[in-house]
T-cell receptor, first 112, second 114 residues
Framework: SQKIEQNSEALNIQEGKTATLTCNYTNYSPAYLQWYRQDPGRGPVFLLLIRENEKEKRKERLKVTFDTTLKQSLFHITASQPADSATYLCALDIGGADGLTFGKGTHLIIQP | ETGVTQTPRHLVMGMTNKKSLKCEQHLGHNAMYWYKQSAKKPLELMFVYSLEERVENNSVPSRFSPECPNSSHLFLHLHTLQPEDSALYLC?????????????FGEGSWLTVV
């Protein structure tokens, strides 16, 4: 079965800096990889999806990379703000009845 | 507002009780899911329905019983639960099963078993 590791349980970043979160996985590479944001007491919210043949995807201040050789995805938030503080979840998308396989998440704290 | 509504948001039940969690999606999606989220653990997929047919049951104990009467509604019936079943239960939907479908989650139902 797939194993997903997100770099750390918690990450503290100073406001204005770039936050970089890491997602590593074992075994086979999925066709898609997704990132979600989860605020305390709320359900996860979809942020970005990247395909295996895409190296990079951007959305406003967010950037995701996908390296199938390293079996790794990086999630970047540039010009970080305190409102970006949340837990970010990486999810492997292998399709079918398995839905998404999620990592434990990284709790990002942006300090003013 | 994600288009997926869950009720109740909070539920406390005894181990001998029977209760149900309800989920409704207003997105016209064909697939619906139940996930369990416990502290310090990743989201665990419990059940998957596609066009009202169950397509996945990840070795979930029989004290959890799903029901999907139509493509917009999903229930999770709870019976004789254990304290370790206390968790956040998330309902979700997607347009279809298959790769590349993003999942829309509800706000979750916090369950405490006493």
């Amino acid at each position: 079965s797939q194993k997903i590791e997100q770099n750390s349980e918690a990450l503290n970043i100073q406001e204005g800096k770039t936050a970089t979160l890491t997602c590593n996985y074992t075994n086979y590479s999925p066709a898609y990889l997704q990132w979600y944001r989860q605020d305390p007491g709320r359900g996860p919210v979809f942020l970005l999806l990247i395909r295996e043949n895409e190296k990079e995807k951007r959305k406003e201040r967010l950037k995701v990379t996908f390296d199938t050789t390293l079996k790794q995805s990086l999630f970047h938030i540039t010009a970080s703000q305190p409102a970006d503080s949340a837990t970010y979840l990486c999810a492997l998308d292998i399709g079918g009845a398995d839905g998404l396989t999620f990592g434990k998440g990284t709790h990002l704290i942006i300090q003013p | 507002e994600t288009g997926v509504t869950q009720t109740p948001r909070h539920l406390v039940m005894g181990m001998t009780n029977k209760k149900s969690l309800k989920c409704e999606q207003h997105l016209g999606h064909n697939a619906m899911y139940w996930y369990k989220q416990s502290a310090k653990k990743p989201l665990e997929l419990m059940f998957v329905y596609s066009l009202e047919e169950r397509v996945e049951n990840n070795s979930v104990p029989s004290r959890f019983s799903p029901e999907c009467p139509n493509s917009s509604h999903l229930f999770l019936h709870l019976h004789t639960l254990q304290p370790e079943d206390s968790a956040l239960y998330l309902c979700a939907s997607s347009q279809d099963l298959g790769e590349g479908n993003t999942i829309y989650f509800g706000e979750g139902s916090w369950l405490t078993v006493v």
